[in-house]
């Protein structure tokens, strides 16, 4: 009988003991067959000291481990010591998620040896970023995720509440020899109760618990295309992603737009701002929009009133919505399409907040009031910087008042020719 100890992943700042550099540790493992319950099936599993995953080896840096092990199993056996992840019962993942709404999960893969496959029953998923850039959204039932990987997706819970539970496993994806820690680590998707005093535990546990149907452990084909389905936002055909103001996504002028208007050239206007659909209902079938450099007039002193409208085009989204120049009160705001004769009822003239930056809904609207008095052109933008950069912008003129101190400024004397 042989066994091998083939590696060791040590976690250095579990260990309280005083730096005593080289010291000898010794641990003694018994290897035996053992049933356990695992995903409500009972499984013949190798333990170490009874112990599965098995014990914790603890050590520091220059220590040397003596580790006798005996084996009581037939076969020969080889023992991989993996990294050991931190998911005992009694702190299963359990997120707790509303129905009808959707929930941006980032996944990380903090393992050290294993690509995982990653799937919450019932759920698919839309996975919409990888490692820090956007990718063509793609729906998908099942995640594969290599160490160091990141990746975000949206969840999209069921509109009503389900009445049951639902398992989130992983587990690893395996093409190399030897053996491997192949344990499945599972989380629990638990919708909140409607009402809320069946909320408890007891009450939760009674649900039926569903279960993901997770890929082979050597799913190569899986492998292959799930990883064909990442690309890049980049259009072949020469349309790009973008952003928009009322359909125009802003394109950068060549001159400062301060400069043009201040040598009276005008810039592009806004002419007919929007052609009308449910904004935030199903999207138009025709997503695509124009671009240009589109500004707003807005004679000295005018009193705005603006509304902020979301669209569902692409997805549902918060915008925080930044005005250079001014700052605005939000007087009101709501889910949905605004309803110019219903909400305005509603608005809060009486101590609206005052600021400069505001979330425009998810899916919905929010209504703001400032007064031109500032003279210039001023950009007003969303605050997420992709977005900006995508064309989420556009710009305000505000035109000189009758009085000196109403008028833009020249540009000063010493301001470059170039
Ligand atoms: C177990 O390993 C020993 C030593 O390497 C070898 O002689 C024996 O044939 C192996 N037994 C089995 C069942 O593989
Ligand atoms: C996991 O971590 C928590 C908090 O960090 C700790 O209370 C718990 O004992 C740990 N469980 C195991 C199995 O190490
Ligand atoms: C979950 O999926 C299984 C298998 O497709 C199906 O039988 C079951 O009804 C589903 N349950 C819920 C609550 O969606
Ligand atoms: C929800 O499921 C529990 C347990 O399966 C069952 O007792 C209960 O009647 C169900 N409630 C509804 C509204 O379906
Ligand atoms: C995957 O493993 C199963 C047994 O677990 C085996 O039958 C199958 O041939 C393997 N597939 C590949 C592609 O290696
Ligand atoms: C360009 O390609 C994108 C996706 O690659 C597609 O959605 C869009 O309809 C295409 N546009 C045109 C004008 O062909
Ligand atoms: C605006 O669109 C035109 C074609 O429709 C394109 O050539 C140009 O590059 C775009 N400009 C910007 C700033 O996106
Ligand atoms: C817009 O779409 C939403 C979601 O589909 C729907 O609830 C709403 O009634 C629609 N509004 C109008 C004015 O059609
Ligand atoms: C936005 O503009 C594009 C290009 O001019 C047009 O095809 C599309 O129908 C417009 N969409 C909306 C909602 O007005
Ligand atoms: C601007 O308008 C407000 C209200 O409409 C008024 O109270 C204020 O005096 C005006 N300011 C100037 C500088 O005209």
């Keep these: 009988m042989e066994v091998f100890l083939l590696s060791l992943a040590i976690t250095l700042c579990l260990i309280p003991q005083l730096a005593l550099a080289g010291i000898t540790r010794h641990y003694h493992f018994d290897i035996k067959v053992q049933n356990v319950m695992r995903l409500c099936h009972t499984k013949s599993i190798v333990t ?31 023992i991989h010591w993996a990294i050991i992840i931190n998911c005992s019962a009694k ?8 129905p009808g709404r959707t929930y ?61 539970t639902f398992l989130m496993t992983g587990r690893p994806y395996v093409t190399g020899l030897g053996t491997f820690d192949s344990s499945t680590v599972a989380g629990i998707l638990e919708y909140e109760h409607p009402s809320k005093n069946l909320q408890s535990t007891a009450s939760i546990k009674k649900l039926p618990l569903f279960k993901p149907v997770l890929s082979a452990l050597n799913d190569t084909s899986f492998a292959t295309n799930f990883a064909n389905k990442f690309r890049s936002l980049a259009r072949p055909n020469g349309t790009m992603f973008s952003a928009s103001v ?17 040598s009276g050239k005008p810039q592009g206007i806004y002419k007919s701002p929007l052609s009308q659909f449910n904004y935030t209902g199903t999207p138009p079938n025709n997503i695509m929009v124009s671009n240009g450099t589109k500004l707003m007039v807005l004679p000295f002193n005018t009193s705005v009133e603006l509304i902020l409208q979301d669209t569902s085009i692409i997805g549902a989204e918060s915008h925080p919505l930044h005005p250079h120049g001014f ?89 470059p020719k170039c």
């Design 48 to 78: 170490v000291n009874r112990q599965f995953p098995g014990p914790r080896i603890v050590a520091r840096e220059g220590d040397q481990l003596l580790i006798k092990v005996v084996n009581h199993v037939q076969n020969n056996m080889s």
């Design 246 to 262: 009322n359909n125009i996504s802003f394109a950068m002028p060549a001159t400062a737009l301060l400069l043009s208007h201040f």
């Design 91 to 98: 702190d299963t993942f359990k997120p707790k998620v509303k």
């Design 104 to 164: 941006l999960v980032r996944l990380i893969n903090a393992a050290l040896e294993e690509q995982l496959f990653f799937s919450i029953a019932n759920h698919t998923l839309t996975v919409v970023e990888a490692d820090a850039v956007y990718v063509k959204p793609f729906e998908t039932r099942t995640i594969l995720i290599a160490p160091g990987q990141t990746t975000n997706v949206l969840l999209k819970t069921r509109s009503h509440f389900p009445n049951a």
């Design 327 to 415: 700052n605005f009160f939000v007087v009101g705001q709501g889910s949905g399409n605004f309803n110019p004769n219903e909400d305005p009822v509603n608005f809060n003239l009486v101590d609206p907040v005052e600021r400069n930056t505001v979330g425009v809904p998810s899916g919905g609207w929010v209504a703001i009031r400032f007064l031109a008095d500032n003279p210039g052109v001023w950009f007003m933008h969303c605050h997420l910087e992709i977005h900006t950069s995508w064309g989420l912008k556009m710009a305000w003129v505000v035109l000189d008042g009758k009085l000196p101190n109403q008028k833009l400024l020249p540009p000063p004397a010493d301001l």
